[in-house]
Each structure stands twice: as structure tokens, then as C-alpha cells.
């Protein structure tokens, strides 16, 4: 939701590229690990959706990044999102190495 607020004040020119692309990637982190946590009977199922889910938060990153770049968002801003995203990538890290735990 932050990156949904901060993409509101990007230029228009970017509402169909760098605006849309920011805001589908990361509504896709939530929505694979929604899969990911439905798939949990079928482990290369379960794994499939998490890795879905680090690539986009990935991608999120590199738009992170550009939006940085083009002086949309602010330096301090980035930081943070880009952080949270480091975290989200830690947990899905773990959770593909490990998805016995989670498996039903």
C-alpha cells in the first residue's frame, strides 16, 4: 500500500510504465504468497509460488531503483521500501529452503 500512495504523485507520463509496473509487481508479492500458502499440500507446487514471489519482490526492487533514478521518489523513501523488501525476500529465502515446515 505504501508503494501504491507514493506512486499517486509520479508523473502522468508514467501512469502506463513505471507507475503501473511498480504497483503490479508488488500487489503480485501478495497475491503468489496467497497461492503459495493454498498450494501447501503439493510441495513443488508450494515452491513454485514462493519463487513467483521473490522474483517479483525483485522486480519491485529495480523499480524501486529507477523511481529513485528519475526523482520520483525520495532517496530516504527508497530506503525504507527497499529495505522491507530485503526482509520479504529473507523470509521467502527461508521458507523455499525449508518448506517441510510448512507443508501440510
Known amino acids: 500500500m505504501d508503494i501504491f500512495q507514493m506512486t499517486k ?3 502522468k507520463e508514467e501512469r502506463y510504465s513505471l507507475t503501473d509496473q511498480m504497483r503490479r509487481s508488488s500487489r ?3 497475491a503468489n504468497m496467497a497461492e503459495a500458502w493454498r498450494k ?3 510441495q513443488a507446487a508450494f515452491i513454485a509460488k514462493l519463487s513467483d514471489c521473490e522474483a517479483e519482490a525483485a522486480e ?3 523499480w524501486i531503483k529507477f523511481a529513485v533514478k528519475c526523482a520520483y521518489l525520495e532517496r530516504d523513501q527508497a530506503k ?3 529495505s522491507t523488501y530485503n526482509q520479504v525476500l529473507s523470509g ?3 521458507l523455499i529452503k ?3 515446515t510448512w507443508l501440510l
Do not use: E
Request: aromatic residues 14%; hydrophobic residues 35%.
Open 40 to 42: 501447501r499440500r503439493y
Open 60 to 62: 519491485t526492487q529495480v
Open 92 to 94: 521467502l529465502v527461508h
Open 9 to 11: 504523485n509520479f508523473p
Open 28 to 30: 503480485s508479492v501478495c
Open 98 to 100: 525449508s518448506p517441510k
Open 80 to 82: 525504507v521500501l527497499y
